[in-house]
């Protein structure tokens, strides 16, 4: 018989957890699991390649695999793994937890919330603005350098919402994270110590699409005192953000817009734009050319660094 290596309850280990384990001591192993529901999990060099329940195999075992909450699981080392050839598409493991998020929602802090806008009066006919499709197109041409800036915070006093803003970003472990919070897995699993601070349990949430308020909803750790840890870690260099951003992900199917990302992003509504864009019309007919992301600040609809922001994730997509 094969050597047991680890054991354990699942109403203490996620299953998650367990493979970020697995992952980090790049072992090759059988991990059984018993209790309501069986299955087992093949790991080579730590990633998975294999996975078996009574009805399943795959990504569909899988996926029922790593719903389990009650149970009792078993690691043993294996010399010969089972293989499936539909997870062995994917390159590691958080591509593999990726995909499953995305096809049941499986351990996401909570769905994303979509910003509803605050009512605003309708525009007539008789005062609409000029044809959108010139008006886009200006929105999307290059406009001046602004001051280099670091990745935009709330101010102190602000308190996230859901779906806009700072709060809608999405960070990603670095590699200094990554190691740092293996090692507190690990020396919870082996050992039974656990870290409760905010720094670690916001950490721990981390996974790559979860923006900043899903995490700190499942944490229980908003407004300002999650913006301050954040900025803790980023310090730190235990996270950075990704350019995935589900708020404005659509728009990568589509000629990039800055007015359409900014408003996506909640840092204008679409009046203001439609106001931004009449502005801008209306200088180009007395011969006074501006860039879209001028006119937002000069009316006070945008700060700089937000306007040079867009532009950066304009510069991205349209590489």
């Known amino acids: 018989m094969s050597k047991l290596v680890l054991s354990g309850d699942l109403g203490h280990f996620r299953v998650e957890m367990l493979v970020r384990i697995l992952e980090s001591i790049r072992i090759n192993a059988e991990v059984s699991f018993d209790g309501p529901d ?28 790593a719903g ?48 509803v ?68 897995q690990t020396n919870y ?5 656990q870290v409760e601070a905010d720094t670690w349990r916001i950490l721990g949430k981390v996974d790559g699409t979860s923006t900043l308020y899903q995490i700190g909803e499942a944490v229980n750790i908003l407004g300002d005192r999650l913006m301050n840890v954040i900025e803790e870690l980023q310090q730190q260099g235990y996270l950075r953000f990704s350019t995935f951003d589900p708020s404005t992900e659509h728009l990568k199917q589509t000629k990039f817009r800055i007015g359409e990302y900014m408003i996506a992003k909640g840092i204008i509504t679409e009046v203001q734009l439609e106001a931004a864009l009449r502005r801008q019309a209306e200088l180009a007919r007395k011969g006074r050319y501006m860039w879209l992301g001028e006119i937002l600040v000069e009316m006070n609809y945008a700060r700089p660094s937000q306007v040079q922001e867009a532009m950066a994730m304009q510069k991205r997509m349209q590489g």
């Open 38 to 65: 069986k299955g087992q999990l093949y790991f080579v060099q730590g990633k998975i390649v294999g996975a078996n329940t009574a009805t399943d195999q795959g990504v569909n075992a899988l996926s029922g695999i």
């Open 189 to 193: 699993a082996l050992r039974g110590v």
């Open 117 to 184: 806008p605050v009512p605003v009066p309708q525009l007539s006919k008789a005062s609409a603005p000029t044809p959108a499709s010139a008006s886009d197109r200006a929105s999307s041409a290059r406009i001046p350098a602004v001051p280099a800036a670091g990745i935009p915070r709330a101010p102190a006093t602000r308190t996230p919402g859901a779906g806009a803003g700072p709060s809608s970003r999405v960070p990603e472990l670095t590699d200094k994270g990554r190691i740092a919070l293996r090692s507190i």
């Open 68 to 115: 389990l909450k009650t149970g009792t699981f078993s690691v043993r080392l294996s010399e010969d793994p089972n293989r499936h050839p539909d997870l062995l598409q994917f390159p590691d493991n958080q591509s593999i937890f990726r995909h499953l998020h995305a096809m049941t929602g499986l351990n996401r802090p909570a769905p994303v919330r979509v910003p």
